[in-house]
């Protein structure tokens, strides 16, 4: 159980495109999901954190306009990374938790972003 | 605030050995603990957490962790290591008084040779 799936796992794109991300949890409802950064050999960034039916909070240094987190069910949330450019590769990992406060989170398998 | 040290960022272990990853944590409240494992290219997957209860908690692929309050530690074992365990392992922490964020530490890379 407790499964959570991210697709695309690798993008390649032009600088200048916008890239959308999703994040599903199949087998539970998550009300909270959270957009993670990770750099080569470091540990995960938080980016942002939301809540399904509001706006994302996102972390001090995360532009709101760049990475845009919707979060309409209670099973999908997406992170759209407008106007890339190569600075934004990047791994970008999702999670997701349950209604249970203790709970895990449950990780996607990570989206490989590489902008040209 | 909180946060999370893992002192090492490599831990090295022959196959069949003990093997030790080490987590310390600072929070203001009562922890929530948890260790997750990532494999290349991959998400992290949940091992096990701490909520309450017994200070040792059992968790996937034979690994366990001790919480011990007053050295504010949950240091990551297992009895036997394999090189399938050869991953980048993650302390991570939540403190209820700061919200449902969890704080992860920085990563260890542990390497099981054969």
């Known amino acids: 159980g407790a499964v959570v799936s991210q697709h695309p796992s690798r993008v390649i794109c032009k600088s200048g495109t916008s890239v959308k991300i999703e994040c599903r949890s199949l087998d539970f409802q998550a009300t909270t999901m959270f957009w993670y950064r990770q750099f080569p050999k470091q540990s995960l960034m938080l980016m942002a954190t939301s809540n399904e039916g509001s706006k994302a909070t996102y972390e001090q240094g995360v532009e709101k306009d760049k990475f845009l987190i919707n979060h309409a069910s209670l099973t999908l949330s997406t992170l759209t990374v407008t106007s890339a450019h190569p600075e934004d590769s990047s791994f970008y990992i999702c999670?997701?938790?349950?209604?249970?406060?203790?709970?895990?989170?449950?990780f996607g398998d990570g989206t490989r972003l590489s902008i040209l | 605030a909180q946060s999370v040290a893992q002192p090492e960022d490599q831990v090295n272990v022959a196959e069949g050995n003990p093997l030790t990853v080490k987590c310390t944590y600072s929070v203001s409240g009562n922890p929530y603990l948890f260790w997750y494992v990532q494999y290349p290219n991959r998400g992290l997957q949940f091992l096990l957490k701490?909520?309450?209860?017994?200070?040792l908690v059992k968790g996937s692929y034979g690994f366990e962790a001790e919480f011990n309050k007053s050295q504010t530690s949950f240091h990551l074992k297992k009895p036997s290591a394999l090189v399938s365990d050869s991953a980048l392992y993650f302390c991570a922490v939540r403190d209820l008084n700061y919200g449902q964020n969890f704080v992860f530490g920085p990563g260890t890379r542990l390497s099981v040779l054969p």
């Open positions: 701490y909520i309450t209860g017994d200070n």
């Open positions: 999670s997701a938790r349950g209604t249970e406060y203790n709970q895990p989170q449950h």
